[in-house]
């Protein structure tokens, strides 16, 4: 009898955007004449850069030919990718990644969902909280946690972002084997110092855990004093995994391209106390279940390499911030304090009511969506996410609106 | 402590094409002047149908424009291609297929090694003898077998296709919950009738097993008495799942799109015998951990079902079946019999010795690559694959030195 994987079941119905697509709804029929302003969406909006699509055209050209056609590729990313990102990512920030610890893939939801197969079901797992849900579901799936109960999963480890700690929660107190993190964070737009990564990174090589970091949203850190990989921090090389994506960095979210570093020296090991190196590990896992990502799209993720794609993602990205500087001002002038949003496309505001009461003043008075906090976890209770990814004129209509209707 | 998911040790080293590569790159030293034919490798060389390279500019075009731009996609695809599916490949046929049962994603690699994780790891697998290795692999990595020992893993039910059954085994004498099928066949290129897919379709709802069914291979069908989906068999509708793909279909190996079709009707159960819809189960699975196709992609995927992108696909695929008929013929005259290849691109060649002996002497004698048939599991022993994806004239070539060769 075809019987299912029951951790399945434990999965608690996400009903967030449903929910929020069905108030956006009855509100648009309330007040058709009315332009509802969508802020709440962490999704690209502006054109991809020209590097990239020149790439594009000059990559499918060569399909058309038999003496340029590419069929599959190598399951870990063409080399020239590969080095490209050892290169430029990482060596020219002194860290010593090499293009083999390099695993290019069609995006980073992909394969921060995927790495947790690579380990024991009984390993302790902890997440942040307010959280990215793909950290918390992929090992909800895998039976890594107790039910849902109250509003968290028993056996989870959160490690809760609160104004306190500035949303960087130190480590946990108890042992734990994989620590999820995210900097800077979805969603709170919260960024972790040197010292606070270390911190994190003592902790793994004391406690022999690995710390699983999403640097997706790297290239919005203009802070010359922020580390923009976990392996700048010393030691890391042993016990870290970065995941990194074209998406937010180069509007790919359509595209779909993202890669892995993984260095030789990360260890894991069996139950009888053998060592092997998890880049091993994730090769064979990549190798067996995925077959590379596009070529043209690896193409286009090269492009943006260049010294003038390079210019464009920063006019990309600096587009975006310069959004999150316009709500994090309006919101401040609506009387609302907010963080993040300085080295991140996210501004985190304090809502000072239940989350989803300030979601539907925002949405009743200003026609403005945003996301309510809670959706992202318990500790996001209180908050609510505005997201820089938009136009700019819908973004100052936005704030110019909530201005007026809280006024 | 990190600890690994221990089952990854069960898996034996994949060498074959480590050994091959080995093997072509030690004639290649001792014979420069010789070019070598590979006609070992399952990939195509053809470029790209037009309608499809036009879609992808036309496409990326868009990519260009705030306007036009698209950013994050369904995770399950874009409707418009859903849509042609449904309509093209099942609906025309009179099969009951709908866009909703259609799910988008970047290759069947990655749905027939992830489709698995829906289910117990209790549950017993049955695969076909030879063998495409990811359906092995990730039941493998899932705990559901036991050691390799000799040349199988143990726990696994093993259909072997011989030349008694045709390559078309019939259903196992013992109950399993899972079985793997793919037709036509790769390594042998067996086609399975109406008659012999209903055999599995009596088994599976008898012993309430599912059939996962790799129709990656439906292009090359040219018998109109031959089924082209597992659907086209009444009862498949509550126990099959379906594995397509655009990469031998229209050349897609270096772009990746493929498909999964599940049925509303397919129902898998609980421990306790709680009855759960499939489909809904693999929408969770997407939904959490895939983020959709390319946009671009899916484009040219689309345009492969137009009036002139089936024509494209059709030339596109009788040109490797020529080559296949070559290969046939060729073998023939060189005294070999041999099988598939004609509703298939891959010909199946009866070595009449150890299938690495004939690899060597066609290596050795004719500077020609093949496959040797134990590389795909034990009942391969005895046999090689000769592929018809390449240029007609290196296929050619590849004959006549052949036949020179073994004359």
């Given at each position: 009898m075809i019987q299912i994987n029951e951790h399945y079941q434990k999965l608690k119905a996400s009903y967030l955007f449903v929910d929020i697509a069905k108030s956006v709804r009855a509100h648009q029929e309330a007040h058709p004449e009315q332009e509802v302003i969508k802020l709440g969406i962490g999704d690209v909006t502006r054109p991809l850069p020209a590097s990239a699509l020149e790439a594009l055209h000059t990559a499918i050209d060569e399909m058309a030919s038999p003496r340029t056609f590419r069929g599959y590729g190598p399951e870990q990313g063409y080399d020239f990718l590969r080095e490209a990102i050892a290169r430029e990512d990482y060596q020219s920030r002194?860290?010593?990644?090499?293009?083999?610890?390099v695993f290019v893939s069609d995006g980073s939801k992909c394969d921060t969902g995927n790495i947790?197969?690579?380990?024991?079901?009984e390993q302790r797992v902890a997440v942040p909280d307010p959280v990215y849900p793909v950290y918390v579901d992929t090992n909800v799936m895998a039976g890594r946690t107790g039910p849902f109960q109250g509003d968290r999963y028993q056996g989870l480890t959160y490690l809760s972002g609160t104004q306190e700690n500035g949303f960087v929660p130190p480590p946990p107190e108890e042992a734990v084997d994989l620590i999820y993190l995210c900097f800077p964070n979805n969603p709170t737009g919260a960024t972790a110092t040197r010292e606070q990564l270390a911190a994190y990174v003592d902790y793994a090589r004391k406690h022999r855990a690995l710390i699983l970091f999403d640097a997706a949203y790297v290239s919005f850190i203009r802070d010359p004093d922020l580390p923009h990989s976990i392996f700048e921090i010393p030691g890391a090389e042993t016990c870290a995994v970065e995941f990194r994506s074209f998406s937010k960095t180069a509007g790919f979210t359509g595209l779909r391209c993202a890669f892995t570093v993984i260095p030789p020296t990360v260890q894991a090991w069996t139950s009888t106390g053998s060592a092997v190196a998890l880049r091993d590990l994730w090769s064979r896992r990549q190798t067996t279940k995925f077959n590379g990502a596009s070529y043209p799209i690896q193409r286009a993720a090269e492009a943006v390499y260049t010294a003038r794609g390079r210019e464009e993602v920063r006019e990309l990205t600096d587009y975006y911030l310069e959004n999150a500087r316009i709500i994090r001002q309006g919101l401040a002038q609506a009387g609302f304090r907010s963080f993040g949003g300085e080295n991140a496309p996210y501004v985190w505001v304090e809502a000072r009511r239940p989350s989803w009461d300030l979601f539907h003043l925002l949405l009743e008075r200003a026609g403005v969506v945003t996301t309510p906090g809670a959706g992202f976890g318990a500790a996001g209770e209180g908050f609510i996410r505005i997201s820089g990814f938009n136009e700019r004129e819908q973004v100052e209509r936005a704030m110019e609106r909530i201005q007026a209707a809280l006024a």
């Open positions: 002194g860290v010593n990644i090499s293009a083999a610890d947790q197969e690579l380990f024991s079901p």
